[in-house]
């Protein structure tokens, strides 16, 4: 999906009271560089989002806040491994809240940014009880990654032998 240069400005929040574990994830973040597992913010905040997805975890953006611009998930980043077109997957979310179309409509922007702000946001949340219940150690989040993956029993057929 192509931006026009106002949707390219809108800002994605995060509130700030998640702004200390995102420089302990983030490489350029605060801590030794050894413990960091995001090469780009943006990267955090979409994983965040699936997490809260996952949960169903949603939480207003409140007052204090820190935005990124939503190009910079359309953008490289700043790593060599850096993800582009992520902003897509903040109209996807909104596809999959919504079953409509007309939620990804340019008019309808705002309302498609705040859902993915409350899902990023719950999931910080989230990562943030994690971070806390292991004495920060930002490997937890891979863990806990590796625990959902392989609880997800993949859709499909199941070949038990091969009929070949």
Not at 131 to 153: F, H, Q, R, Y
Request: charged share 25%.
């Amino acid at each position: 999906m192509s931006l026009t240069d106002a949707i390219r400005m809108k800002g994605v929040k995060r509130n700030k009271k998640y702004n200390d574990m995102v420089d302990l994830l983030w490489l350029r973040g605060k801590g030794p560089e050894s413990s960091k597992i995001f090469s780009d913010i943006k990267d955090i905040i979409v994983l965040a989002a699936m997490i809260g997805k996952k949960y169903e975890a949603r939480e207003k953006v409140g007052s204090e806040n820190t935005p990124i611009a939503l190009q910079t998930f359309a953008g490289t980043g700043s790593g060599k491994d850096s993800r582009v077109h992520q902003h897509n997957i903040v109209f996807m979310f909104s596809l999959m809240i919504n079953k409509d179309m007309n939620a990804i409509r340019d008019e309808n922007i705002d309302a498609t940014i705040n859902e993915f702000e409350e899902y990023s946001n719950g999931g910080l949340s989230i990562m943030q009880d994690w971070m806390a219940a292991s004495a920060s150690n930002p490997m937890c989040i891979l863990d806990k990654m590796v625990e959902i993956v392989g609880t997800i029993k993949p859709e499909g057929l199941d070949v038990v032998e091969n009929p070949f």
